[in-house]
C-alpha cells in the first residue's frame, strides 16, 4: 500500500491561557493522497484553522502542539529543523490564509513579493519570475496584472489582494495546497473564478488542496472529500456524496439543514443549530456536540470512536453503531463468500 500524502494522527494542539489549557485540537486523524480537494468544515471554533496552522508548523506560544505526528510523504512534519521547512513552506506545502493582508508586506509592491518566491523557489531570472508574475495574477482574474505588479497592497480591494495570495501560493506549483476560508471576502463572480482554479488544479496537476471553509455550497462544488470538525474533534469524514446525500452524524445534519435550498426565493424557514459550541478550556466529557444534540441520549457522556459505515465513511456518533455492526456484519459475510468460493474452485 502506497503512503498518503499527507496524515495527521492523533493530532492535539492546546493554549496556555491565565484560566488553563483551551484544547483546540483533541486528537485529530485523517489523511490525504494526491490531487484530492479536501474540504474541512465546522463552526467557528471547531479546530479547523488551527489544523491547518499545525500542519505548516506555525503554532507560535502560547500554541503547542500537545501530541501526535504528521507525515508529509512519510517524513513528520513536526521533527524537521526550521531551515528544512524553509525549503518546504511555500515550495512543497503553501497555505492560503484568510486575512490577506497577514500574507502580503504593505510597504514592498506586489510584484516584488510575488517573484521573490518564485525567484527563490524555482531560481528563474528576474525577467522570467516577472513573466511568471503576470500570467499568476491573470489566471486569479486580476486585470491589468503588468502594471499592478507595479502597485502596493492598499491599491488593492480586499478580493484583490486575496487573489495575489492565491497567485502566491499556486507560484511554486505546491503538492499540498492549503486554502484557509480563500473566497470569503470575495464578490460572487470572483468566488466563481476561483473555485473554477481549484477545480483546474484538481483536473489537470497532481496538487492536494484542503479547503478548510463554513461554507458547505463551496465544498459540494470542489471537494471529493469531506471532514466535519467540532469541539476539536472529526465528528464525521466522507466523500461528498455520502456527507451530502447519506449524512449520519446530528451535527452533519444540522448544518446541512441551516443552508438555504436553491430554488428557495427566500421563503423556505431555515433551522438553526439550537445552542452554542462547547468551551474548550474544560471540554465536556464524551460526545461534545450532546448538549445541543436533539438526539442525545444517556450513553453520549462517553466519546463515541469513529464507526467505520463504508468504505472511507466514517461517523463518531453512538448512534451510528449499529448501522456500523450492520456494515462489518455484511463485509465478514462477503468475506465468507469469497473463501467458499475459493475453495470450491480448489475442490473442482
Same mark, same amino acid.
Given at each position: 500500500?502506497t503512503?498518503?500524502?499527507?496524515?495527521?494522527?492523533?493530532? +492535539?494542539v492546546?493554549?496556555?491561557?491565565?484560566?488553563?489549557?483551551?484544547? *483546540?485540537?483533541?486528537?485529530?486523524?485523517?489523511?490525504?493522497? &494526491?490531487?484530492?480537494?479536501?474540504?474541512?468544515?465546522?463552526?467557528?471554533?471547531?479546530g479547523k484553522?488551527?489544523t491547518?496552522?499545525?500542519?505548516? /508548523?506555525?503554532?507560535?506560544?502560547?500554541?503547542?502542539? *500537545?501530541?501526535?505526528?504528521? +507525515?508529509?510523504?512519510?517524513?513528520?512534519?513536526?521533527?524537521?529543523?526550521?531551515?528544512?521547512?524553509?525549503?518546504?513552506?511555500?515550495?512543497?506545502?503553501?497555505?492560503?490564509?484568510?486575512?490577506?493582508?497577514?500574507?502580503?508586506?504593505?510597504?514592498?509592491?506586489?510584484?516584488?513579493q510575488?517573484?521573490?518566491?518564485?525567484?527563490?523557489?524555482?531560481?528563474?531570472? +528576474?525577467?522570467?519570475?516577472?513573466?511568471?508574475a503576470?500570467?499568476?495574477?491573470a489566471?486569479?482574474?486580476?486585470?491589468?496584472?503588468?502594471?499592478?505588479?507595479?502597485?502596493?497592497?492598499? &491599491?488593492f480591494?480586499?478580493?484583490?489582494r486575496?487573489?495575489?495570495?492565491?497567485?502566491?501560493?499556486?507560484?511554486?506549483s505546491?503538492?499540498?495546497?492549503?486554502?484557509d476560508?480563500?473566497?470569503?471576502?470575495?464578490?460572487?463572480?470572483?468566488?466563481?473564478?476561483?473555485?473554477e482554479?481549484?477545480?483546474?488544479?484538481? &483536473?489537470?496537476?497532481?496538487?492536494?488542496? *484542503?479547503?478548510?471553509?463554513?461554507?458547505?455550497?463551496?465544498v459540494?462544488?470542489?471537494?471529493?472529500?469531506?471532514?466535519?470538525?467540532?469541539?476539536?474533534?472529526?465528528?464525521?469524514?466522507?466523500?461528498?456524496?455520502?456527507?451530502?446525500?447519506?449524512?449520519?452524524?446530528?451535527?452533519?445534519?444540522?448544518?446541512?439543514?441551516?443552508l438555504?435550498?436553491?430554488? *428557495?426565493?427566500?421563503?423556505?424557514?431555515l433551522?438553526?443549530?439550537?445552542?452554542?459550541?462547547?468551551?474548550l478550556?474544560?471540554?465536556?466529557?464524551?460526545?461534545?456536540?450532546?448538549?445541543r444534540?436533539p438526539?442525545?441520549? /444517556?450513553?453520549?457522556?462517553?466519546?463515541?470512536?469513529?464507526?467505520?459505515?463504508?468504505?472511507?465513511?466514517?461517523?463518531?456518533?453512538?448512534?451510528?453503531?449499529?448501522? /456500523?455492526?450492520g456494515?462489518?456484519?455484511?463485509?465478514?459475510?462477503?468475506?465468507?463468500?469469497? +473463501?467458499?468460493?475459493?475453495?470450491?474452485?480448489?475442490?473442482?
Amino acid at each position: 500500500m502506497t503512503e498518503p500524502l499527507l496524515s495527521v494522527d492523533d493530532l +492535539k494542539v492546546s493554549f496556555r491561557t491565565r484560566d488553563g489549557e483551551n484544547e *483546540a485540537v483533541r486528537g485529530v486523524s485523517f489523511h490525504m493522497e &494526491e490531487g484530492e480537494t479536501l474540504g474541512i468544515v465546522g463552526e467557528s471554533g471547531s479546530g479547523k484553522s488551527v489544523t491547518a496552522k499545525s500542519i505548516m /508548523a506555525l503554532i507560535q506560544p502560547p500554541g503547542r502542539i *500537545a501530541s501526535g505526528t504528521v +507525515k508529509y510523504r512519510g517524513r513528520n512534519l513536526l521533527e524537521l529543523p526550521e531551515r528544512e521547512w524553509r525549503r518546504i513552506r511555500g515550495n512543497r506545502i503553501a497555505m492560503i490564509f484568510q486575512d490577506p493582508m497577514t500574507s502580503l508586506n504593505p510597504l514592498r509592491r506586489i510584484g516584488d513579493q510575488i517573484t521573490e518566491v518564485i525567484r527563490r523557489h524555482r531560481g528563474l531570472s +528576474k525577467a522570467e519570475a516577472a513573466e511568471e508574475a503576470v500570467r499568476l495574477l491573470a489566471d486569479v482574474g486580476i486585470t491589468n496584472p503588468r502594471e499592478r505588479l507595479r502597485q502596493y497592497p492598499h &491599491e488593492f480591494s480586499g478580493g484583490m489582494r486575496q487573489r495575489v495570495v492565491i497567485a502566491m501560493a499556486l507560484s511554486c506549483s505546491p503538492e499540498l495546497l492549503i486554502a484557509d476560508e480563500p473566497t470569503t471576502a470575495l464578490d460572487v463572480t470572483i468566488q466563481a473564478q476561483i473555485l473554477e482554479l481549484f477545480k483546474d488544479l484538481r &483536473e489537470n496537476s497532481r496538487t492536494a488542496v *484542503a479547503l478548510i471553509t463554513h461554507d458547505l455550497g463551496v465544498v459540494a462544488q470542489v471537494c471529493t472529500r469531506v471532514i466535519v470538525m467540532y469541539g476539536g474533534l472529526i465528528m464525521e469524514e466522507g466523500s461528498v456524496e455520502d456527507i451530502f446525500r447519506r449524512p449520519q452524524h446530528p451535527y452533519t445534519l444540522g448544518l446541512l439543514r441551516s443552508l438555504p435550498k436553491r430554488g *428557495a426565493e427566500g421563503r423556505e424557514r431555515l433551522t438553526p443549530i439550537e445552542g452554542s459550541p462547547p468551551e474548550l478550556l474544560n471540554p465536556p466529557p464524551g460526545c461534545p456536540f450532546r448538549d445541543r444534540c436533539p438526539h442525545a441520549f /444517556a450513553r453520549c457522556v462517553e466519546r463515541p470512536p469513529a464507526f467505520e459505515l463504508g468504505e472511507g465513511h466514517r461517523s463518531a456518533c453512538w448512534l451510528a453503531e449499529e448501522m /456500523a455492526a450492520g456494515v462489518q456484519a455484511k463485509s465478514g459475510t462477503a468475506a465468507t463468500t469469497d +473463501k467458499e468460493r475459493a475453495a470450491d474452485g480448489n475442490r473442482e
